[in-house]
């Protein structure tokens, strides 16, 4: 049973557009979160974070949100770039182990 | 050069055959990672390191073993290969138990 669940397995935005990207997780016990970005022949890089005191985290043209009662994050990018185009991973994890949970990915595709 | 470094990048083998993944980096991380992916799957834990003499059992061990050679060095193995271990494989390091991981650019195994 997945615990981190990313639902599209693919999104198309226009550039400059806003490309918002969504993750649910099932575990309550998840307190800190992190988006990852893939790009093809190439290892996931860490993109943004946020831990479960806060609601949102901003950095530059990303920001992720979360709401804790629905066991929802998103991370919003605000203009769309072209070099946006990769697939990105949302990833949980608790202070149990710290061991990393990752959803299967949503490819994102900015069209000119 | 990149930080974390897994050769081979690309390996095609027989079931039954034994192979060995590795990797390196020169971040100078205590912790390090190996994770499978699989299509429509997120990454998921095979093993991790917390220091050279400390191995831990991720999610899916089972046909799976790993060798801590020295701080930068950490081996996946397959001890006798089989088709649905056919999969892409990441090695990661962090500093830390909520430290960023970093990874390195993946080996893409089939196994025939």
């Known amino acids: 049973d997945q615990q981190v669940k990313q639902n599209s397995p693919s999104l198309s935005v226009q550039e400059g557009r806003i490309s918002i990207l969504n993750c649910d997780y099932t575990?309550?016990?998840?307190?800190?979160f992190l988006w990852y970005k893939k790009y093809p022949a190439e290892g996931p890089t860490f993109l943004i974070s946020?831990?479960?005191i806060k609601d949102k985290n901003e950095d530059g043209r990303f920001t992720v949100f979360l709401n804790k009662s629905a066991k929802h994050l998103s991370l919003h990018i605000v203009p769309s770039q072209p070099g946006d185009s990769a697939v990105y991973f949302c990833a949980a994890s608790d202070d149990s182990n710290y061991q990393l949970i990752w959803g299967a990915g949503t490819k994102l595709i900015i069209k000119p | 050069d990149a930080d974390v470094t897994q050769t081979p990048r690309n390996r095609i083998t027989k079931t039954g055959k034994r192979i060995m993944l590795e990797c390196s980096q020169t971040k100078g991380h205590d912790r390090m990672y190996w994770y499978r992916q699989d299509p429509g799957l997120g990454l998921r834990l095979i093993y991790y390191s917390f220091d050279v003499k400390d191995i831990n059992k991720g999610e899916i061990s089972d046909g799976y073993s790993v060798s801590r050679q020295a701080q930068a060095k950490f081996s996946l193995s397959l001890e006798s290969a089989i088709p649905n271990q056919t999969a892409l494989y990441f090695c990661a390091t962090s500093g830390g138990a909520r430290d960023i991981q970093y990874f390195g650019a993946g080996t893409r195994l089939s196994v025939l």
């Open positions: 946020i831990s479960s």
């Open positions: 575990n309550s016990m998840f307190d800190y």
